[in-house]
C-alpha cells in the first residue's frame, strides 16, 4: 500500500523560508495527484492553504505558495511568522475516487 | 459563505453504533459540484478519509477499505445535511470526526466531534 509522506517536524526562523514537503512511499506526486495542504492549530478544524498543486485558498497571505520539486509536492513558506506555528498536513488523489492524506509536519517558529 | 453544523453524542459504547449529523448552510447536499465528507483524526492514526456521498443526477457513495463494511454515509435532503453511521466501534474508533465539503478540494469543515468508545 502505498503512504503519503510528510517530514514529522521541521523548524524555522522569523522572516525565514521553509520547505515543507508530501511525496509517496512508492512513485511520484504530480499535478494530477491535485495536491492540497492544510494548516491545523490544536483543537481546530483543518484549513486549506492551496489546493490543485499552487492555488492559494482565500485569505491565505501570499507568502505561502504551492509547487511540485522533483517527485514531491512541496508547500514554501516564505517570510515565517509565529503565528505559522501549526501542523501542517498535505492530501493527493490516489485514483479511484481515493484521496489520502499525509502524517503531518510540525513546523516550530523559533 | 458555506458552514457545516456537526451534532451527535460524543460517547459510545464498544459494539454500538457511532451516529454523526452535519447541517449544511450556504450550499446544498444535492449539489452536482460538491461531495460530501466524513474524515477522522486520532493519535495513532492521524488524519482518515471515511467516505463521502454526492449527488449528480443520482446519488453515489465512496468508502474508505478500512472501514467500508461498517460504515453509511446519507443525505438528507429535507433537512439539507448528511450523516455518518459506523457499525461494532471498538476504542481504535475513538477520534475527532470531521464533516467537510469537497469540490476540488476539502474546502469547508465541520467544527469536529470528540468521540469516545467507551463502556
Not at chain 2, 460504515?71 to 459506523?86: E, R
Request: hydrophobic content about 30%; overall charge neutral.
Amino acid at each position: 500500500q502505498t503512504v503519503v509522506t510528510q517530514e514529522p517536524s521541521f523548524s524555522v526562523s522569523p522572516g525565514g523560508t521553509v520547505t515543507l514537503t508530501c511525496g509517496l512511499s512508492s512513485g511520484s506526486v504530480s499535478t494530477s495527484s491535485s495536491p492540497s495542504w492544510y494548516q491545523q492549530t490544536p483543537g481546530q478544524a483543518p484549513r486549506t492553504l492551496i489546493y490543485n498543486t499552487n492555488a492559494r485558498s482565500s485569505g491565505v497571505p501570499d507568502r505561502f505558495s504551492g509547487s511540485i520539486l522533483g517527485n514531491k509536492a512541496a508547500l514554501t513558506i516564505t517570510g515565517a511568522q509565529a503565528d505559522d506555528e501549526s501542523d501542517y498536513y498535505c492530501v493527493l488523489y490516489m485514483g479511484r475516487d481515493i484521496w489520502d492524506f499525509g502524517g503531518g509536519t510540525k513546523l516550530t517558529v523559533l | 459563505q458555506v458552514q457545516l453544523q456537526q451534532s451527535g453524542p460524543g460517547l459510545v459504547k464498544p459494539s454500538q453504533t457511532l451516529s454523526l449529523t452535519c447541517a449544511i448552510s450556504g450550499d446544498s447536499v444535492s449539489s452536482n459540484s460538491a461531495t460530501w465528507n466524513w474524515i477522522r483524526q486520532s493519535p495513532s492514526r492521524g488524519l482518515e478519509w471515511l467516505g463521502r456521498t454526492y449527488y449528480r443526477s443520482k446519488w453515489y457513495d465512496d468508502y474508505a477499505v478500512s472501514v467500508q463494511s461498517r460504515i453509511t454515509i446519507n443525505p438528507d435532503t429535507s433537512k439539507n445535511q448528511f450523516s455518518l453511521q459506523l457499525n461494532s466501534v471498538t476504542p481504535e474508533d475513538t477520534a475527532v470526526y470531521y464533516c467537510a465539503r469537497s469540490t476540488s478540494h476539502l474546502d469547508y469543515w465541520g467544527q469536529g466531534t470528540l468521540v469516545t468508545v467507551s463502556s
